[in-house]
């Protein structure tokens, strides 16, 4: 009986997790939100209705982030993408006390020790947009169109790997996505499977 009962307990919980990581598939519009960075400054979607936007689920202490940004590739992607008015948006999700989890007064200093090219970086620390999203990964990425639906949702490039050589010859999706909406086509692959750790909510 109780095997039972903890069997329909792990189902329920199961199928209540997947309902909040339920995410948003590409040709939908991207679920609004507000959230604020390490100034104060409050960042609502909404606001940038026009424009490409890329979200970017991050988590610094994740050696497949650590990959991307101790080689420069993401800060390279992240400049390449502001030159084409693009505006990027990095979003931490880890909850209070879990890996990668940092304070409003810590974002600035690993935002310059890095060289970060975003225009933010968000903290979501109950992980109510990373839900709404359904961010499992990190590094994760979202990139939505011009008329505010997601065009891009999966890995960033065809390399799983948290090896650092890796990032030389890969396919990045992201630059990918962002070249396609620019030339005013769909992004080809639309979605793929993301790679790196879980998001520590």
């Known amino acids: 009986m109780k095997n039972s009962i903890r069997w329909f307990l ?11 990581l339920a995410g948003v598939d590409p040709g939908q519009t991207a679920p609004d939100f507000s959230l ?18 890329v979200l970017e689920w991050t988590n610094p202490g994740c050696p497949f982030v650590h990959k991307h940004y101790d080689t420069g590739n993401m800060q390279k992607i992240q400049k390449e993408a502001k030159g084409e008015g693009v ?6 999700s880890s909850a209070d006390g879990k890996q990668g989890a940092m304070a409003p ?5 690993y935002v310059k020790k890095v060289g970060s090219q975003a225009a933010a970086y968000l903290l979501d620390p109950d992980g109510k947009v990373g839900q709404l999203y359904g961010a499992t990964n990190t590094p994760q990425l979202f990139v939505i169109d011009q008329v505010g639906k997601l ?14 050589e890796s ?35």
Do not use: M
């Open 10 to 20: 792990g189902i329920l919980l199961a199928a209540v997790w997947g309902l909040a």
């Open 36 to 53: 604020k960075d390490a100034a104060g400054k409050v960042w609502s979607l909404s606001d940038l209705k026009g424009k490409i936007v």
């Open 87 to 92: 505006v990027w948006i990095s979003i931490n």
């Open 105 to 109: 007064k810590e974002v600035a200093a």
């Open 151 to 164: 065009a891009y949702e999966g890995a960033i490039d065809d390399q799983p790997t948290f090896r650092k």
């Open 167 to 201: 990032v030389k010859g890969a396919d990045n999706y992201v630059r990918d996505a962002i070249a396609s909406l620019l030339a005013g086509q769909k992004p080809n692959p639309s979605q793929t499977k993301p790679y790196g750790c879980s998001v520590k909510y």
